[in-house]
């Protein structure tokens, strides 16, 4: 049976045929892509490239796309936050599973190697800032997820039991969601680093426990994901997209892994003074790893 047309409200395009917020063609993306949200970053990955092939800006979506090491690779800018992590991942999963032209799925799944590098705050006080992390897990404290069917083998279901008994969310929350990452990404690029959950959060000031001027609803999240354990996982991070990726990514067939260089403790309050040379070094790592 023929696939049905995917209509031009729910997958629009741009009078070029690229894809509506990434503006991209096909023939413009790797299947070896590293995401970061800054798009000031982007160059700063690219710069490592044998050459650069493509370079693709609407708004704060920046995309590099060239070869390293004989392999093509595209570096992203994806903004800050779950709800531009939706846009992403969908986007550049009809990129390649899509036929654009015709508005249909294609037959043949293609799998993509989604590698996150950020910035992030610890959550242990033993790992020090400045050094690198990898998310085993990703726990959403987002919500987004919840709007999908999600197959139901994708989450780990005893591991989110213990963990709303840990936490008891109030009710006006929404509920929280634990997906593993790749083991195949997390042993190619992330086997030397701390390794553990990655909390991802819908904002950075209240969601994440700072207070301003607004006080907090639930003033004691981060002691409780503080002091999390389930079968000797803890909750290492937390930041605003990685819950998204591994949900998303990982139900349509991609394989994901976020790493960060933790800037922050937020358990001994220690903030990295000058954190760029440390991303800079992780972004040398993850790329010749991945190109290896």
Same mark, same amino acid.
């Given at each position: 049976?023929?696939?049905?047309?995917?209509?031009?409200?729910?997958?629009?395009?741009?009078?070029?045929?690229?894809?509506?917020?990434?503006?991209?063609?096909? &023939?413009?993306? /790797?299947? !070896?892509? +590293?995401?970061? %949200?800054?798009? $000031?970053?982007?160059?700063?990955?690219? =710069?490592?490239?044998?050459?650069?092939?493509?370079?693709?800006?609407?708004?704060?979506?920046?995309?590099?796309?060239?070869?390293?090491?004989?392999?093509?690779?595209?570096?992203?800018?994806?903004?800050?936050?779950?709800?531009?992590?939706?846009?992403?991942?969908?986007?550049?999963?009809?990129?390649?599973?899509?036929?654009?032209?015709?508005?249909?799925?294609?037959? &043949?799944?293609? /799998?993509? !190697?989604? +590698?996150?590098? %950020?910035?992030? $705050?610890?959550?242990?006080?033993?790992? =020090?800032?400045?050094?690198?992390?990898?998310?085993?897990?990703?726990?959403?404290?987002?919500?987004?997820?919840?709007?999908?069917?999600?197959?139901?083998?994708?989450?780990?279901?005893?591991?989110?039991?213990?963990?709303?008994?840990?936490?008891?969310?109030?009710?006006?929350?929404?509920?929280?969601?634990?997906?593993?990452?790749?083991?195949?990404?997390?042993?190619?690029?992330?086997?030397?680093?701390?390794?553990?959950?990655?909390?991802?959060?819908?904002?950075?000031?209240?969601?994440?426990?700072?207070?301003?001027?607004?006080?907090?609803?639930?003033?004691?999240?981060?002691?409780?994901?503080?002091?999390?354990?389930?079968?000797?996982?803890?909750?290492?991070?937390?930041?605003?997209?990685?819950?998204?990726?591994?949900?998303?990514?990982?139900?349509?067939?991609?394989?994901?892994?976020?790493?960060?260089?933790?800037?922050?403790?937020?358990?001994?309050?220690?903030?990295?003074?000058?954190?760029?040379?440390?991303?800079?070094?992780?972004?040398?790592?993850?790329?010749?790893?991945?190109?290896?």
């Amino acid at each position: 049976m023929m696939e049905p047309i995917i209509e031009a409200s729910e997958m629009p395009l741009n009078a070029d045929g690229s894809i509506y917020h990434l503006h991209l063609q096909p &023939e413009q993306l /790797a299947h !070896n892509i +590293i995401l970061v %949200g800054d798009p $000031g970053r982007v160059a700063s990955v690219s =710069k490592y490239f044998d050459h650069i092939d493509f370079k693709v800006q609407n708004r704060e979506l920046l995309t590099h796309t060239g070869t390293l090491n004989g392999k093509p690779v595209t570096v992203l800018s994806t903004g800050m936050g779950t709800d531009n992590i939706d846009i992403v991942i969908n986007e550049l999963d009809a990129l390649v599973n899509v036929d654009l032209k015709e508005r249909r799925r294609k037959s &043949e799944h293609t /799998a993509l !190697n989604l +590698i996150r590098i %950020g910035t992030s $705050g610890s959550f242990q006080a033993e790992y =020090k800032i400045n050094t690198f992390c990898a998310a085993r897990y990703g726990l959403g404290l987002d919500g987004l997820l919840n709007y999908y069917s999600i197959p139901e083998y994708l989450y780990e279901k005893d591991m989110m039991e213990a963990f709303d008994k840990h936490i008891q969310l109030p009710s006006r929350f929404a509920h929280p969601y634990i997906i593993r990452c790749s083991d195949e990404l997390l042993q190619k690029v992330a086997f030397d680093m701390h390794q553990g959950i990655t909390a991802t959060a819908p904002g950075f000031f209240g969601p994440q426990g700072r207070v301003v001027r607004l006080p907090l609803t639930f003033p004691q999240q981060n002691s409780l994901l503080e002091s999390f354990e389930y079968k000797g996982e803890k909750v290492i991070n937390m930041e605003m997209e990685t819950s998204a990726l591994y949900g998303l990514g990982r139900s349509l067939g991609h394989n994901c892994l976020t790493t960060c260089v933790l800037i922050a403790n937020r358990v001994t309050k220690d903030f990295s003074e000058d954190y760029k040379p440390h991303v800079e070094r992780l972004i040398q790592t993850v790329l010749e790893r991945l190109t290896a």
